[in-house]
C-alpha cells in the first residue's frame, strides 16, 4: 500500500523567480531568502525574494513575514552583486509577495528597524551605482515589506490579478486602529483610492510603471511568463538608458491626476528648504562680533 504524501505548494515569489529565470532557486545565508542569477537579451541579473520559513528561529515570522534575518540576507544578496564593480551593471529583480514585516516585540528589541533599513540601503546603494532595479509584485505588497523590498525600485511592476494587494497594513489591523468593523474598513477603501488596497488603485497613484495581465499567479502559461519577462528586460533597458529615483514616480502621468496634493506639499517643502538654505548661507557669511565662524550649517553638511 502507498500512502498518498501531498507535496507542499510552491508559494508564488518562488515559482515566478524560477521561472522567470529558468534556474534553481539559491538559498541564501536563511532559507526564506532565494535567488538566482540568470540573462535576459544576454545581459546578466539576479532576481531576489523572500519565501515562508515555518522554523524561522523568529517565530513570528514563519508565514512569510520579512524580518530581521530577512533583511540582513536580502542586504547581503543585493550588496554581493553591487560591490563587483562589473560593467555593464548587473540588473536586480524583486520579487515581491510578503504579508508585511514582523510584529513582535522581540523583533522590535532586536533592532527590527536596523534590518530593514540594511535591505533598503542595499538596493538605494545599488541603484545609485548604476545598477537597474526592477520591483515585481506577484502577490501581496504589504507595509515595510514592500518599503524594504520594492520602493527603492527604479520601475515597480505587478501582475494585474484580484490576489495582488498593496497596502500599509492589512485590513484587520486598519478596522482595529480606526474602530472601525472589517466592512466598513472596505467600503472606504471602495471609495478612497489612497487607502485602497487593490493593485489598481495604487497604479492609479502612479505607484505602478506597468500592469501585467496574466491568466493565473500560481499557475501561469507559457505566455504568461514569457509576457512578464519581456516587461522585466524592457524596465532594465530603459532605466540602462535614463536611471530613475524613487520621487520620479510623483511625476508619472497618473499622479499628476491623482496626487496633486502631495505634489503641492512637496514642492512647498522644496521651497522653504532651499529659503532655509539661503538664510544660514547668509548667516555663516556674516562675521560673528567676536571673530568667529557660525557653525549652525554643520548639520546641512554631514548630511
Known amino acids: 500500500m502507498t500512502a498518498n504524501i501531498k507535496t507542499p505548494p510552491i508559494p508564488t515569489a518562488h515559482l515566478w523567480l524560477e521561472v522567470l529565470t529558468g534556474q534553481a532557486a539559491s538559498y541564501s545565508s536563511v532559507p526564506s531568502v532565494i535567488f538566482a542569477d540568470a540573462q535576459l537579451d544576454g545581459k546578466p541579473f539576479r532576481a531576489i525574494t523572500t519565501i515562508p520559513n515555518p522554523r524561522a528561529i523568529f517565530p513570528r515570522a514563519r508565514a512569510g513575514e520579512f524580518g530581521i534575518e530577512e533583511g540582513a540576507a536580502v542586504a547581503d544578496c543585493v550588496l554581493s552583486v553591487s560591490s563587483l564593480g562589473r560593467k555593464p551593471p548587473i540588473g536586480l529583480l524583486s520579487i515581491i509577495d510578503a504579508p508585511g514585516q514582523v510584529y513582535g516585540r522581540r523583533e522590535e528589541e532586536m533592532a527590527l528597524h536596523i534590518a530593514l533599513a540594511a535591505a533598503v540601503d542595499a538596493y538605494g546603494t545599488a541603484r545609485s551605482q548604476g545598477h537597474p532595479v526592477v520591483a515585481l509584485i506577484v502577490g501581496k505588497a504589504i507595509s515595510a515589506a514592500f518599503l524594504a523590498q520594492g520602493l527603492q525600485a527604479g520601475r515597480i511592476l505587478a501582475l494585474d490579478g484580484s490576489e495582488v494587494e498593496i497596502h500599509v497594513m492589512s485590513r484587520a ?30 497604479a492609479s497613484l502612479g505607484g505602478i510603471d506597468h500592469l501585467i495581465p496574466c491568466r493565473s499567479l500560481e499557475s501561469p502559461s507559457e505566455k504568461d511568463v514569457q509576457r512578464v519577462r519581456d516587461a522585466v528586460a524592457e524596465a532594465f533597458e530603459e532605466l540602462r538608458r535614463k536611471p530613475r529615483s524613487p520621487v520620479d514616480r510623483l511625476d508619472h502621468p497618473q499622479a499628476a491626476a491623482s496626487r496633486t496634493s502631495s505634489r503641492e506639499v512637496r514642492r512647498e517643502l522644496e521651497r522653504q528648504w532651499d529659503l532655509s538654505c539661503d538664510a544660514e548661507d547668509r548667516q555663516v557669511a556674516a562675521p560673528d562680533p567676536n571673530g568667529k565662524m557660525s557653525h549652525s550649517r554643520t548639520f546641512n553638511e554631514n548630511t
Open 173 to 202: 489591523s486598519v478596522a482595529r486602529l480606526t474602530r472601525r468593523s472589517p466592512k466598513e474598513v472596505q467600503e472606504l477603501e471602495n471609495q478612497i483610492p489612497a487607502i485602497a488596497r487593490s493593485v489598481q488603485a495604487f
